[in-house]
């Protein structure tokens, strides 16, 4: 991963898609993506291929702050 996922959770380039056993899956997703996805059904369109597995006990203390 190239960026800390603390810069990912920053930015809404990343989606949570789905939780898997223990880990998040994150897809990658630009305005165009949000726009084209349907999201009631998990007919999620990605930016692009690729993504992220996080162990979901490392989501909550990488959560950036409320602004």
Do not use: K, N
């Not at 960026?3 to 789905?18: C, F, G, I, V």
């Not at 992220?52 to 702050?65: C, E, H, Q, S, T």
């Amino acid at each position: 991963m190239d960026q800390t996922l603390a810069q990912l959770l920053a930015t809404p380039d990343a989606y949570l898609h789905s939780l898997e056993g223990g880990e998040a899956v994150l897809v990658p997703m630009d305005r165009a993506a949000y726009r084209r996805s349907i999201f009631l059904d998990h007919r999620i369109s990605p930016a692009g291929e690729g993504g992220w597995r996080v162990p979901v006990a490392a989501l909550a203390g990488a959560a950036p702050p409320a602004q």
